[in-house]
């Protein structure tokens, strides 16, 4: 029986952005977690919510699920950026104003009064990831829009459990495959960082598989 909980989201079509490359990469994470853990050996539970709609109301309802009802050890939100040329670890988000229209044409009009970080050893993880040959940098701006929107919501329920990553649009440079292992090797930091038990299984797949190459 699983100890513990990581939930990973990412988000479904938008604005010209047919395959949202978060929706893939957290696909793949979740098929490699399968293959790579049974369900006797997997002490924490991973939960993959790839398709959250991209609306500020979706983004609220999922947000309050989560840590109302889940209630996770720990939380990635994953999101594309069309215009990366390499991960990006956000390290905060802030609480307006997200004036931009979603795909429902709502917007949120509150002003910027507050701005919280992520209590997580991001600059670490993002330290851990490129020494194993992962194409990463923190950022400390998600965008004012339904990526930074959803980060701040979790980032108020708890910022020592809560990170944004985006990713590049999927590409040779950037596949799903290559995503994937970014995340499944993010998990594995972070649940140290945390404290929460990481499968032999996976540490073993993690000291056996090269990153170097995308």
Same mark, same amino acid.
């Given at each position: 029986?699983?100890?513990?909980?990581? *939930? %990973?989201?990412?988000?479904?079509?938008? +604005?010209?952005? %047919?395959?949202? #490359?978060?929706?893939?990469?957290?696909?793949?994470?979740?098929?490699?977690?399968?293959?790579?853990? &049974?369900? &006797?050996?997997?002490?924490?539970?991973?939960?993959?919510?790839?398709? =959250?709609? %991209?609306?500020?109301?979706? !983004?609220?309802?999922?947000? @309050?699920? *989560?840590?109302?009802? =889940?209630?996770?050890?720990? %939380?990635?939100?994953?999101?594309?950026? @069309?215009?990366?040329?390499?991960?990006?670890?956000?390290?905060?988000?802030?609480?307006?104003?997200?004036?931009?229209?979603?795909?429902?044409?709502?917007?949120?009009?509150?002003?910027?009064?507050?701005?919280?970080?992520?209590?997580?050893?991001?600059? /670490? !993880?993002?330290? /851990?990831?490129?020494?194993?040959?992962?194409?990463?940098?923190?950022?400390?701006?998600?965008?004012?829009?339904?990526?930074?929107?959803?980060?701040?919501?979790?980032?108020?329920?708890?910022?020592?459990? &809560?990170? $944004? *990553?985006?990713?590049?649009?999927? +590409?040779? &440079? $950037? #596949?799903?495959?290559?995503?994937?292992? $970014?995340?499944? #090797?993010?998990?594995?930091?972070?649940?140290?960082?945390?404290? =929460?038990?990481? #499968?032999?299984?996976?540490?073993? $797949?993690?000291?056996?598989?090269?990153?170097?190459?995308?």
């Amino acid at each position: 029986m699983p100890e513990s909980k990581v *939930i %990973v989201t990412g988000f479904g079509p938008f +604005s010209g952005i %047919v395959r949202n #490359s978060s929706t893939i990469a957290a696909l793949n994470l979740k098929n490699k977690w399968s293959n790579i853990l &049974s369900d &006797s050996q997997a002490s924490t539970e991973l939960i993959v919510i790839p398709n =959250i709609e %991209v609306s500020y109301e979706s !983004a609220d309802r999922v947000t @309050a699920n *989560i840590w109302d009802e =889940i209630k996770p050890d720990l %939380v990635i939100h994953v999101g594309v950026n @069309a215009g990366a040329e390499q991960i990006q670890i956000e390290t905060q988000s802030k609480s307006g104003p997200y004036i931009k229209g979603d795909q429902d044409c709502h917007q949120q009009d509150e002003l910027c009064i507050n701005c919280i970080c992520s209590d997580l050893n991001l600059k /670490e !993880a993002c330290k /851990e990831l490129q020494n194993l040959g992962f194409d990463c940098a923190l950022s400390n701006d998600p965008g004012f829009y339904i990526c930074g929107y959803i980060y701040y919501r979790s980032l108020e329920r708890n910022p020592s459990r &809560s990170v $944004f *990553i985006h990713v590049p649009l999927i +590409s040779e &440079s $950037f #596949s799903a495959d290559y995503l994937g292992n $970014f995340l499944l #090797s993010l998990i594995s930091i972070l649940c140290r960082q945390c404290n =929460i038990p990481n #499968s032999p299984a996976l540490n073993s $797949f993690l000291l056996e598989t090269n990153f170097t190459q995308k």
